[in-house]
């Protein structure tokens, strides 16, 4: 069943970030393997891409693999990558068309090899694309993310390209896998925790965020546009009056 509601699509998130939660929960309700859930979840994403391009959102960032899901079991981070293969198999085409712009977040040459190579692929085809940013949150973690932008500017500071003293917090973003691009406007989490479980840590500093009990696998276009109306009634300071 369609709702309706009450959103202005001139006035959209222009960055949106979710929290892909919950595989592991739905698969258990149901009584089936993790992996079904992982799959269920890839189906779920399919449509948030979709409702995303045609309502005009620019930046779609999903958490896929954290830096913390290595501690996960082998055959569970395995069956991850191999779902994530056969999704960019199945739906590359698919989003090309779309005019989806993949792009990665997190060190992807440390993923199994089919994976990288997969990724790759996508990255080369949609690299002209207009349309939806889509970046993938892949081996990410926030903390990974800072510590890399300061070995950078470490280094930067070792050759005399700047002065420890010109560090700006723009010089900072801009050394971030976000690099270029405007911070999250929203946050949703699915499954009802309300952590950031290392997520966008620098570029969340005002971002709204929305949490449901809905588990990743059955949240869908409805539950997505019911997070942007809820978003639209925010009031946004920054600190200001
Ligand atoms: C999120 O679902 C997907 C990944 C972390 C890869 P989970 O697998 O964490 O689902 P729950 O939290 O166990 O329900
Ligand atoms: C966060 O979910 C990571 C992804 C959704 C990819 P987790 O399930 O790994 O988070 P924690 O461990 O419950 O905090
Ligand atoms: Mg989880």
Known sequence: MSCSFDIDYSKLPSHIAVIMDG??????????PKLSGHKAGMEALKKIVRKSGEIGVEYLTVYAFST??????TEEVGGIFQILVYYMERELKEI????????ILGDYSAIPKKAENAVSEALELTKNNTGLKFNIALNYGGRDEICRAVKALA?????????????????IASKLYTGGMPDPDLIIRTSGELRLSNFLLWQSAYSEFYFTDVLWPDFDEDEYLKAI????HRKRNFGGR
């Open 155 to 171: 280094k930067d500071v070792k050759d005399s390209v700047i002065d420890p003293e010109d560090v700006t917090e723009e010089m």
């Open 68 to 73: 913390e899901n290595w501690k996960r079991s």
């Open 23 to 32: 595989n592991g929960r739905w698969a258990t309700k149901k009584g089936v």
């Open 229 to 232: 109306e809820s978003f639209q």
């Open 96 to 103: 090309h068309k779309q005019n989806v712009k993949v792009n």
